[in-house]
């Protein structure tokens, strides 16, 4: 969007308010003058994001606005914007998460859900939203999930709200094993730089373009790069459900 500089960060001259940045060439005072914000995406201060005050091409020393609570250093990678903030950018990606969450779908096994004596009905994990294959673990603690120990499809069902129930006749429980639920669920949102996002990310980076600011994409003429991107993140990405799934009753 015009306005990305990022590298890594370093030790030279580094505090808790001044960033070493020597991939940065421009003029002193250049980002402060520009109104940039630096955005620690790795390392250390990952996720905290400053108004740089100072910027001194000799030194490569980036001045914020405030302390760091350590000085960022060599596993420190900062991105400078000044026309979209992190937050725009994020809110943008978490829209465009939202825009498809119920047509493309991610593959998801959950190990979690462990039997107890005489019970039948167990909460499905709130990250599952079709559930077509469900296999007991052949020896309680064991982590082993045999093609033999499938569930057969008759003998469990999905019932509201979000909970798997076994056929109290035809199935038997052993307490301690646990059940591998393999299925589909959405994206989650993300909050984080350690957030993983599984859907393409070529389609992402266009469809989440049409999110930001449109006094922002017009103040910095930007129209030409919005209109790409509403055209290239037309052809939305498509994962259905296996055909053998349930899905999940709220």
Known sequence: MGDLNYG??????????????????????????????????????????????????????????????????????????????EDDKRKAINLAIESIKH????DRT??????VA????????????????ITTEKVAAGGVFEEADVIDSRDWRLISPRKLKLHEDRYSITAGKDLRLE???VQALVTADTGVIYLPPDWLVQKAITFLPQNAIQSNKLDATYRQALLLSADEPFNPPNPRAQKVIE
């Open 183 to 185: 299925g589909q669920g």
């Open 103 to 106: 047509t493309y779908l991610i």
């Open 8 to 85: 890594q960060a370093g030790t030279t001259g580094a505090t808790t308010t001044k960033i070493y940045a020597p991939f940065l060439w421009k003029a002193d005072d250049y980002y402060n003058n520009n109104n940039y914000e630096v955005y620690v995406y790795a390392g250390t201060n990952i996720g905290v994001t400053k108004r740089i005050t100072d910027w001194d091409l000799s030194s490569f020393l980036l001045t914020v606005h405030s302390a760091y609570a350590a000085a960022c250093d060599v596993t420190s990678y900062i991105e400078l914007s000044r026309i979209f903030t």
């Open 118 to 133: 005489d019970t039948y009905e167990y909460t499905l994990p709130t990250d599952q939203y079709y559930v077509e294959k």
């Open 110 to 115: 959950d190990v979690a859900t462990t039997l």
